[in-house]
């Protein structure tokens, strides 16, 4: 089944500590997100690409950054994690940002935990 | 700025019983409709959409109906499960914008 696959489900990391999230797909989809979660509060929208073209959002931290290698493949790096920075970040495709192609789907989320 | 605006719960229901969950929002032209769903320790799933007015979304014995007039997609479903408790998040979608989601909408059904 097509699908968007993150690893890895649970992360620990240090105050301060560089991690790196990753999200793949199978569904070859032009678009790809990455949200910011908390406490099941709506998802928050950090960037995302259209190809290779990056779109960050306003008020994301520069703290997080992203790259998208190829059309499969797209990693979070949070720079210098901080406690605030604990929260579940899901990764999203969708085929365009038009009508009829923007309906997003979902990977399963890693939980990043901050000690 | 386009919004949406959903009850945000926590709703209770009894194993059987109607669920109605409500979802208002606002917005430039005619944007696309969803639901998603979370169950615990997941991603969203998405559940239902409708892209037109008076479209109506339906998955799972879940249905909402995209009325202009009342700029509303409610969410309902005829009997609920133990197996729905889940949080429900109503979210809008424009031709190259962002999502935008409404704050979610926990279910609990008891046995």
């Known amino acids: 089944d097509a699908m968007v696959i993150q690893n890895p489900r649970y992360q620990v990391t240090q105050f301060g500590k560089p991690v790196t999230l990753s999200c793949s797909q199978t569904l070859n989809h032009n678009v790809m997100y990455w949200y910011q979660q908390k406490s099941s509060q709506a998802p928050k929208l950090l960037f995302h690409y259209y190809d290779k073209d990056f779109n960050n959002e306003a008020d994301t931290p520069d703290n997080f950054q992203s790259r998208r290698p190829n059309t499969s493949f797209c990693f979070l790096d949070i720079r210098s994690p901080g406690l605030g920075d604990a929260a579940m970040y899901l990764c999203?495709?969708?085929?365009?940002?038009?009508?009829?192609?923007?309906?997003?789907?979902f990977g399963p989320g890693t939980r990043l935990l901050v000690l | 700025g386009d919004s949406v605006t959903q009850m945000e719960g926590p709703v209770t229901l009894s194993e059987e019983a109607f669920l109605t969950i409500n979802c208002t929002y606002t917005?430039?032209?005619?944007?696309?409709l969803f639901w998603y769903v979370q169950y615990p320790g997941e991603g969203l799933q998405l559940l239902l959409k409708?892209?037109?007015?008076?479209d109506k979304g339906s998955n799972k014995g879940f249905e909402a109906t995209y009325r202009k007039e009342t700029t509303s997609f409610h969410l309902e479903k005829g009997s609920v499960q133990v197996s729905d408790s889940a949080v429900y998040f109503c979210?809008?979608?424009?031709?190259?914008?962002?999502?935008?989601f409404g704050p979610g909408t926990r279910l609990s059904v008891l046995p």
């Open positions: 917005a430039t032209g005619y944007p696309s």
């Open positions: 979210a809008l979608s424009g031709p190259g914008q962002n999502f935008v």
């Open positions: 409708a892209t037109k007015a008076d």
């Open positions: 999203a495709t969708s085929r365009g940002r038009g009508a009829g192609e923007e309906t997003q789907y």
